[in-house]
């Protein structure tokens, strides 16, 4: 899956540290990311801080693959100017072989760590784009330098990077598996259903509720398979599995879905693609034949 970036290692723990000249530096605007790709392989290359140079910014540590740091470059300054304009805070062609990508590339951008540590920075980049005042008081929120947190000098709140816990559900009925697509998505290829958790209830609970309200089944022997960070959605993604309860008649909630059906294991034509828990899971029921 996206994270599996052995034999490369991601190492999170929060450190208060500056970039140093070949540290790689993350510089997003929106839902893109500054990059290049290098060749002759076409690798996916991000900004180093000597090639910021005279492009004068706040960094952020982020996290470290191996021995090597990412940090993210926000723009200085007053941050009302810089939202919601269509000029990035750092202007494309600023450095030269650089341009602005839509961060969907990480999902199958080369070298693999390079393009997990791209999405997970942009996970981190909106967390800190879209906190840069308190939501209690509308003071503005200063970083903390033990733990990635953000703290409000006036009200004394404390903001913490939030991660949208949901769920991917395999309905098995038989030997036959659900699976839908959603509608309205760049993404067209079969899926399972899935749903973000709500407050007051267990993962379970919901991924009886997502079955139910997005084709009407009810479902029973839920159980967990694994999980997946997907920075696409800001989520925590939790795979489980569960056997059909009763009718198999499908009523397909047409806003979030064009289509869902049964499937046996011959029907499935999809190849593991090495990245989402989804796949991983309609590949593991159709395997277990
Ligand atoms: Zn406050």
Redesign the pocket.
């Known amino acids: 899956m996206i994270q599996d970036i052995y034999p490369k290692i991601y190492h999170n723990a929060y450190k208060d540290a500056s970039p140093r000249e070949n540290d790689f530096i993350l510089v997003f605007h929106g839902n893109t990311a500054l990059v290049r790709f290098q060749l002759p392989e076409g690798k996916l290359r991000f900004p180093t801080l000597k090639e910021m140079e005279g492009h004068p910014c706040t960094y952020h540590y982020l996290f470290s693959i191996d021995c090597y740091p990412y940090f993210l470059a926000l723009p200085d300054g007053d941050p009302l100017e810089s939202i919601d304009t269509d000029t990035p805070w750092l202007p494309e062609g600023s450095l030269p072989g650089y341009s602005y990508e839509n961060v969907r590339i990480f999902r199958t951008a080369l070298s693999r760590h390079t393009a997990f540590a791209g999405i997970t920075a942009h996970h981190l980049y909106a967390w800190y784009r879209d906190n840069q005042f ?1 939501g ?2 509308g ?1 503005r929120l200063n970083p903390d330098h033990r733990e990635r947190m953000l703290f ?1 000098p ?2 004394r ?1 404390t903001v913490y990077p939030r991660i949208s816990p949901a769920v991917i559900v395999g309905v098995i009925n038989g030997d036959k598996i659900l699976m839908s697509k959603y509608a309205g998505r760049a993404y067209t290829n079969y899926a399972l259903i899935a749903g973000f958790n709500e407050i007051g209830e267990n993962a379970e609970q919901t991924v009886a509720r997502e079955v139910m309200e997005e084709v009407g089944l009810k479902v029973k022997n839920i159980r967990y398979y694994k999980s997946q960070p997907w920075a696409f959605s800001g989520s925590l993604l939790m795979g489980f599995f569960c056997d059909l309860d009763g009718s198999d008649q499908i009523t397909l909630d047409t806003g979030e879905l064009s289509e869902a059906g049964w499937f046996c294991r011959d029907e499935i034509s999809l190849e593991d693609d090495h990245i989402s828990l989804t796949r991983e899971m309609i590949l593991k029921f159709k395997e277990n034949s």
Do not use: A
Request: aromatic share 0%; net charge positive.
């Open positions: 308190c209690r008081c003071h409000c006036r009200c709140n």
